[in-house]
């Protein structure tokens, strides 16, 4: 019950100077305080970068991450401006780096286009680094300025001269651990992920990337833009035709796609705003596919392939195979949010859609060859979602039918509020007779698979859903799949992958992470899909017994053993050899369990492995194999 007594009055209300605000809430301005955070404030210092090089002042950037895990973030544009700023009194650098809201992008004449259009973006950095220094070149001068979270240290300095051609921005900031607060940094893949996008969208920049900690080092530069963009996607796919290339503006609005379709059985569709990677979409994207069903359609009924009593190809048909880009330019772009993943302006959906079909229209009819191939493909696509749709609607009413006892195979728990639930998807019988005697029956429910799933990247929906397998997982989880997934009907938090520490059960794990992306993407876009870390060993050694993970950790154990005293090494090659009581101590305990929970941080890139991991292309996958046959470890041979 609220107090009536509860004081509420002028000395309650709070204003917060400065960054304060950005310190105090970091959720609001970088999404959170965990490590996708933390890689954000890399990509709000690089997206100024960007915005220069949009504007035609800088042609490359550098990266750099030092040993201390600070951040370098270099361009060669005209540098920031360090001169009095008339409304504060302050530099303009100093205004910058420390107000929220300013900016040389809210309509002057500093920047036709940008990413950063709040304002928000390298303030909000400054406040949630430890410290941070900005050293500018302009003027045939060198300038610094240091802050401390967010605090300037002291004025302006000079603190050298260079050549008056020579330009350019250098932040160099560390995190605030008091902030960030975990056993994380920065992953290098994680950044080059990003950066590789934005070399692909911002054509004639060099974007570099080193790693002081590692020496790694990579290099990105693409003259052909997104068209390579897309080449790049299809390296390991067949495609139908060439890539097909538009660019056009529209009341100062630009939009650029590129497009090809492929013998693949998925889409493959992302969509750029001012560089930035709209990963929710937005207006832009929803032009896009609404194009491509028109375009097909229209073509599909003008030559009579479609006819009167046919009904009009789905976007799900018309995108099959589809591998397209899609980037915009915008002097006012609208995001739902500070950290820009979804584009809401209205008039983009309509010049997307009128640009990209009216160049795919007329490629269409340019390319006769092309244009049968992508709507013969469309048809194959019509009859196997029909067919598809008929087994699912089937192991949907199955599932209603049996959600009293579903699958015969399942042990389900007790426990009927989804949040507190969790159901182990384990590799066999054996490991699903150990799981189901030393699980917790009150919240953790078993599923064994017999045997390995199909492989969902080379086949369509409808002989997935003929797969027991897969019919069986489906049932069990309750959301529906491909199209008709609804992630409210989850029946279980946590879905946690459960496999043995050798080939085979990576070999089941990969398939069942290729399922879940394909067609369940949702279950790890919210966080629900997890992978259990069985032990590796159990070294014993006197009274004492130790449960090790990695190889790594057994060789630190056994360092410490004094020589010549006896050790007892047991090493797992399955789930099965452990009695219930190991496996509930190991794997399955809350207490001491460790769990990996699956992210997609680059869904690009995640869908360009998936498909050279899982695909029909054989090279690729015996590339892949060769590079790293040198670091497989705990081969059963």
Same mark, same amino acid.
């Given at each position: 019950m609220a107090q009536k007594n509860a004081s509420y009055k002028a000395k309650d209300i709070q204003v917060l100077e400065g960054l304060e605000a950005v310190r105090r809430r970091p959720g609001m301005y970088v999404g959170g305080t965990d490590v996708k955070a933390l890689h954000h404030l890399v990509y709000e210092?690089?997206?100024?970068?960007?915005? @220069?090089?949009?504007?035609?002042?800088?042609?490359?950037?550098?990266?750099?991450? =030092?040993?201390?895990? !600070?951040? !370098?973030?270099?361009?060669?544009?005209?540098?920031?401006?360090?001169?009095? =700023?008339?409304? +504060?009194g302050m530099s303009a650098l100093e205004v910058v780096m420390t107000k929220l809201h300013a900016g040389g992008k809210f309509g002057g004449s500093g920047y036709k286009v940008s990413?950063?259009? =709040?304002?928000?973006? *390298?303030?909000?950095?400054?406040?949630? !680094?430890?410290?941070?220094?900005? @050293?500018?070149?302009?003027?045939? /001068?060198?300038?610094?300025?240091?802050?401390?979270?967010?605090?300037?240290?002291?004025?302006? /300095?000079?603190?050298?001269?260079?050549?008056? /051609?020579?330009?350019?921005?250098? *932040?160099?900031? /560390?995190?605030? +651990?008091s902030i960030f607060v975990g056993d994380f940094g920065y992953k290098f893949s994680t950044l080059v992920h990003r950066f590789r996008e934005m070399a692909f969208v911002t054509r004639g920049v060099k974007i570099r990337i080193v790693d002081e900690r590692t020496a790694k080092e990579m290099n990105f530069y693409f003259e052909g833009g997104i068209s390579s963009f897309v080449r790049y996607m299809n390296r390991n796919r067949r495609g139908l035709h060439k890539v097909v290339y538009v660019e056009k503006t529209i009341d100062n609005i630009s939009v650029e796609a590129a497009i090809q379709y492929t013998d693949a059985f998925t889409e493959s569709i992302y969509a750029f705003a001012n560089t930035i990677n709209t990963i929710d979409g937005g207006t832009h994207l929803t032009g896009l596919r609404a194009a491509f069903t028109r375009v097909i359609n229209d073509y599909a009924r003008k030559n009579k392939i479609l006819k009167d009593k046919d009904k009009n190809f789905t976007g799900d048909d018309t995108r099959e195979g589809l591998t397209a880009i899609v980037s915009i330019k915008h002097p006012d772009p609208q995001f739902e949010s500070q950290t820009k993943v979804k584009l809401m302006n209205p008039e983009v959906q309509t010049h997307a859609q009128k640009i990209v079909g009216e160049a795919f229209s007329t490629f269409l009819e340019e390319t006769p060859a092309a244009a049968r191939a992508i709507v013969q493909k469309c048809l194959t696509s019509a009859r196997a979602r029909s067919a598809a749709r008929k087994a699912r609607d089937l192991v949907i009413r199955k599932s209603a039918l049996e959600s009293l006892t579903l699958p015969g195979k399942l042990a389900d728990c007790s426990e009927r509020d989804s949040s507190k639930t969790e159901l182990y998807i384990v590799?066999?019988?054996?490991?699903?007779?150990?799981?189901?005697?030393?699980?917790?029956r009150h919240f953790q429910a078993i599923l064994p698979l017999r045997g390995k799933i199909l492989n969902t990247e080379r086949a369509r929906l409808d002989k997935i859903l003929a797969n027991k397998e897969v019919r069986a997982l489906i049932s069990a989880l309750g959301t529906g799949i491909g199209d008709g997934f609804d992630v409210s009907g989850l029946r279980y938090g946590r879905v946690i992958i459960m496999t043995d520490a050798d080939v085979d059960g990576s070999h089941i794990r990969t398939l069942l992470l290729t399922f879940f992306f394909r067609y369940m993407q949702p279950l790890i876009d919210e966080g629900h899909l997890y992978v259990a870390q069985p032990p590796l060993y159990l070294i014993t050694h006197k009274r004492k017994s130790e449960y090790v993970y990695t190889e790594d950790e057994k060789e630190d154990f056994v360092k410490g053993i004094p020589k010549g005293d006896k050790v007892g090494l047991q090493r797992y090659k399955g789930l099965g050899e452990m009695n219930p009581t190991q496996l509930w101590e190991t794997t399955m305990d809350p207490e001491h369990r460790t769990l990996l929970l699956v992210t997609i941080e680059d869904a690009a890139e995640a869908d360009r492995t998936f498909d050279m991991l899982m695909g029909a292309a054989v090279p690729p996958r015996k590339r892949f194999i060769q590079t790293h046959a040198r670091d497989v470890r705990n081969l059963d041979v």
């Open positions: 210092v690089v997206d100024n970068a960007i915005d @220069e090089a949009l504007a035609g002042f800088c042609d490359e950037i550098n990266i750099i991450i =030092h040993e201390n895990e !600070s951040i !370098s973030v270099q361009d060669n544009g005209r540098g920031i401006p360090v001169d009095i =700023h008339a409304q +504060t990413g950063g259009l =709040h304002g928000v973006g *390298v303030s909000a950095v400054n406040a949630l !680094s430890e410290w941070c220094e900005v @050293e500018v070149k302009r003027n045939g /001068k060198i300038y610094l300025q240091r802050y401390e979270r967010g605090i300037p240290q002291a004025d302006i /300095k000079t603190i050298g001269k260079t050549n008056t /051609k020579e330009t350019g921005t250098t *932040v160099t900031f /560390k995190y605030d +651990t590799e066999g019988d054996s490991a699903g007779g150990s799981a189901k005697q030393g699980r917790d």
